[in-house]
């Protein structure tokens, strides 16, 4: 368990809403990572995040953005949902510091989207 | 573009049996990690193991083993002894080591253990 939580864990909303999901890690790892899983596709990066307010953009961020205020949370919102990003979303954690372990990436359980 | 193909969709053997699942991956570069995830139908992702390319020896957890094949870039999961809690997708993937670590998942291979 590396200290990872999601929320919401599941939301069904309409097209056209905000939605903001929020990854929330426990153990002040450096680098956060959001993806998104579809049948066919494997996992897939949507942002990434190398530290506090310092993001970048993965495969497939548009219609995504991302914020990292504080160490501990990286959010990522839709600004205007589309049926397109229904999916299950991941979050992902790495940087353990120097040696074994740096580059290995722990999971959140996942947060599924509907939208409708 | 760098890839990681998985040809085996689904794959289904009989409890104790030994699998192995495939994986070949693309990249120019000469510095990177592979992993093997694994996710139940619990849908967590799990890190079942992970080889550094820079390594000739084959890494091991258990009843897990890859077959780590550089110049051919593949990068095959054997299972031993199955059991019935093996039963979940598994991902292959790989990340270059540079900055911060962006993993490239193939598609996966999902597993079935019968009894």
């Known amino acids: 368990d590396a200290g990872i939580t999601q929320s919401p864990r599941h939301k069904v909303t309409e097209t056209g809403t905000p939605v903001t999901l929020r990854c929330h890690q426990t153990e002040n790892h450096r680098y956060m990572y959001w993806y998104r899983q579809d049948p066919g596709h494997g996992l897939r990066l949507i942002h990434y995040?190398?530290?506090?307010?310092?993001?970048d953009k993965g495969e497939v961020s548009d219609g995504y953005s991302v914020s990292r205020s504080k160490t501990e949370d990286f959010l990522l919102t839709l600004e205007s949902a589309t049926s397109s990003q229904t999916s299950v979303y991941f979050c992902?954690?790495?940087?353990f510091g120097g040696g074994i372990g740096t580059d290995t990436q722990y999971f959140g359980p996942g947060t599924r989207l509907t939208v409708l | 573009a760098q890839t990681v193909t998985q040809s085996q969709p689904e794959m289904s053997v009989q409890e104790a049996e030994t699998v192995t699942l495939s994986c070949t991956y693309d990249?120019?570069?000469?510095?990177?990690?592979l992993f093997w995830y694994k996710q139940p139908p619990s849908r967590q992702m799990i890190l079942v193991i992970r080889?550094?390319?820079?390594?000739?020896q084959n890494a091991t957890e258990n009843r897990f083993s890859v077959n780590f094949q550089k110049a051919a870039k593949s990068f095959s999961l054997k299972i031993s002894d199955s059991q019935l809690g093996d039963t979940a997708m598994y991902f292959c993937a790989f990340i270059i080591i540079q900055g911060a670590q962006k993993l490239v998942f193939g598609q996966g291979t999902r597993l079935t253990i019968n009894p």
């Open positions: 990249t120019s570069e000469n510095n990177y990690y």
């Open positions: 080889q550094e390319a820079y390594k000739q």
């Open positions: 992902a954690i790495s940087g």
């Open positions: 995040s190398y530290g506090v307010k310092d993001t």
